[in-house]
């Protein structure tokens, strides 16, 4: 058995052993220095020292204490503390901290039943007008945030109830939820685009500027499809009655979206310019971010010790286990590659003669799958390191790679039988509300981001135009 061969079987223990629901973050670390330690083994570095206390004379004691230190003197551990201290320097992931602080501080400063009740009288005459205004509440709320569960679990508490209330189709409102829920990992300022970013050396800026206009796409799509949908079968989103939703003056109705809307609209695009025009750094942007949000709690009266101690407590908690996964990541791909594992995959996957278009597809689907048991997190520290390298082969630019694979990773949180989103809304749905209604529901939207990524491969400029345009070809 070649190294190469080692290392395949270093993956797949890795794959077993996430499957069986050990922490990924550690596993990678333990399998990185475990077979670590095997490939930079060097018999003469261990006992160089050991030899000069024997040839010494030296005393029983010390002679183990030379033995035991030369039991470590190998170099993974010096690629550890190397690869630890590298992520701690990277000024990218700085940005993760504040935005998911600006996130959570918004999720607990009230702002968003605001915005949800003022969205259902603005849009009041369309069809599925409730549907509409957790979709748009969603999509601004997942921008803020990033967080997926957040997103789906306080929805699910504020519209969920009031379309339930309103007659409106299980499936049909549990499915706009779940799938607007998922679109902050998408839409910018997202935290996998800085994820993304960080593991393959792109700029975030170009990452957010072409993730723009797909993510705009993806939830104008299902915008189109929620009101279609009502129009079409409008015994699903039953029109409100004046008793509903009272009656309001043009002048009231503007008023309460620029006190509910506005703020955290222009918080978003403040923060996105600043990126995306060159006026801050990501990090500079995320600390406008963070700091924008704890004024919109203070402003709306929602800003406690309590909550500030947990969006604290949060922050740090999540951003803890991305470094983590960072720091294992980055020593399980040395090793990895240094046993040759890298070069064996590469030269199957090129062997196959597959068309670029073939490739695309083959690693979509492998990202599928890869979404059922893993999180977005861990799909992007770990296995897109090794697609990266065959990228040049097939002609296929590494920032359109990886906008398909965050449109993709939308189907991570909408297909069953691990489909994220729907276990996060029947956490906190009514017990008529059953798990297959909410997957039945979530299927259109599969189908929606499938017809997305095809629009985008035929349509390419969708990605590239707002970056080239912004930063030059």
Wanted: net charge neutral; with cysteine; hydrophobic share 55%.
């Amino acid at each position: 058995m070649t190294d190469a061969h080692i290392a395949v079987g270093m993956l797949l223990i890795l794959i077993f052993a996430i499957f069986l629901g050990f922490p990924v973050a550690f596993t990678l670390m333990a399998l990185g220095v475990g077979f670590g330690y095997y490939a930079y083994y060097d018999v003469g570095r261990m006992w160089r020292a050991y030899n000069r206390a024997v040839e010494a004379d030296a005393d029983t004691y010390t002679q183990l204490e030379t033995w035991i230190s030369g039991f470590f003197n190998n170099r993974i551990f010096d690629l550890f503390v190397n690869q630890t201290y590298s992520v701690i320097q990277n000024d990218v992931l700085t940005a993760i901290p504040l935005f998911l602080f600006m996130g959570y501080i918004v999720e607990r400063s009230n702002i968003v039943d605001r915005l949800f009740s003022t969205l259902y009288i603005a849009t009041r005459r369309l069809p599925g007008s409730m549907a509409v205004a957790a979709l748009v509440t969603c999509t601004l709320f997942a921008t803020a945030t990033g967080i997926v569960g957040a997103v789906v679990t306080l929805m699910g508490l504020l519209a969920l109830p009031a379309m339930l209330k309103a007659k409106y189709d299980v499936r049909y409102a549990t499915g706009v939820i779940c799938a607007g829920g998922t679109l902050g990992i998408l839409i910018p300022p997202s935290i996998l685009l800085i994820v993304y970013a960080a593991t393959s050396g792109i700029s975030v800026v170009r990452m957010y500027a072409a993730a723009l206009l797909p993510g705009l796409l993806l939830a104008g799509l299902y915008f189109v499809y929620v009101v279609t949908r009502a129009v079409l079968q409008p015994r699903l989103a039953p029109r409100p009655t004046k008793e509903d939703v009272g009656d309001y003056s043009t002048l009231q109705i503007t008023w309460m979206m620029i006190t509910s809307f506005v703020p955290l609209a222009f918080l978003i695009l403040a923060v996105l310019g600043a990126i995306l025009f060159g006026f801050a750094t990501p990090s500079e942007a995320a600390a406008i971010g963070a700091l924008g949000g704890l004024i919109l709690a203070v402003a709306y009266r929602a800003l406690t010790w309590q909550r500030l101690k947990e969006s604290i407590y949060l922050t740090a908690r999540t951003s803890a286990m991305v470094c983590w996964l960072f720091v294992g990541s980055a020593t399980f791909a040395s090793v990895f590659a240094y046993l040759g594992g890298q070069q064996l995959i590469s030269d199957f996957v090129t062997g196959l003669d597959m068309s670029p278009l073939m490739f695309l597809i083959m690693a979509q689907i492998i990202i599928f799958i890869l979404g059922w048991p893993l999180e977005w997190t861990e799909i992007i520290v770990i296995f897109i390191p090794i697609f990266m390298p065959l990228l040049p082969h097939f002609g296929i630019d590494p920032l359109f790679f990886g906008i398909l694979v965050a449109v993709n990773l939308q189907t991570a949180f909408l297909s069953p039988p691990m489909a994220m989103s729907a276990y996060y809304l029947k956490g906190i749905s009514p017990p008529h509300v059953q798990l297959t209604d909410i997957f039945l529901g979530m299927m259109p939207y599969m189908a929606i981001v499938i017809l997305c990524m095809v629009i985008m491969y035929v349509f390419p400029g969708i990605v590239f135009w707002l970056p080239n345009a912004v930063y030059g070809g």
